[in-house]
């Protein structure tokens, strides 16, 4: 089986940092592979509010992740902090790719890069909508 490959932007449009807690180490003492994917579902509620928005309200509609694929490149320890940077990418009708990377902050080291494939929901109607044009534009995609 092939590996995963994310190809990263250039540049990001978000970033925050978030330290590592113990509860988030393994009995490997590192960083456990669930406990990054919440680092960065807290990233990217911290990412969609920094635009005015929260995941269930982005100009009237929410978002559903679709898909998550996540590519590790170095152990990450108890008392680091991690940055992650956003950015949005791969634009269809009804959503998007939102990229991602986190960083050790003291030395830059990279830890992981991934992506969240998400799909903007109308959630009165329990169906799938478009992506709001004015998320677009915040985010570079128009």
């Not at 960083?103 to 169906?127: C, M, N, P, Q, T």
Request: hydrophobic share 45%; aromatic share 12%.
């Amino acid at each position: 089986m092939p590996r995963i490959k994310i190809d990263l932007p250039e540049h990001f449009v978000f970033s925050t940092e978030v330290p590592i807690y113990i509860n988030h180490i393994n009995y490997g003492n590192h960083l456990d592979n669930a406990a990054l994917l919440m680092l960065v579902s807290e990233a990217r509620v911290r990412f969609f509010r920094s635009l005015g928005y929260s995941e269930l309200d982005v100009e009237g509609v929410g978002v559903i992740v679709a898909d998550v694929a996540a590519q590790y490149r170095s152990e990450a320890f108890h008392g680091e902090t991690l940055r992650i940077e956003f950015a949005a990418g791969d634009f269809h009708n009804h959503g998007c790719d939102l990229l991602w990377r986190l960083s050790d902050l003291a030395s830059g080291r990279e830890v992981a890069r991934g992506k969240h494939g998400i799909v903007f929901f109308d959630y009165a109607a329990r169906s799938k909508a478009v992506v709001p044009v004015a998320f677009l534009a915040k985010v570079g995609g128009a």
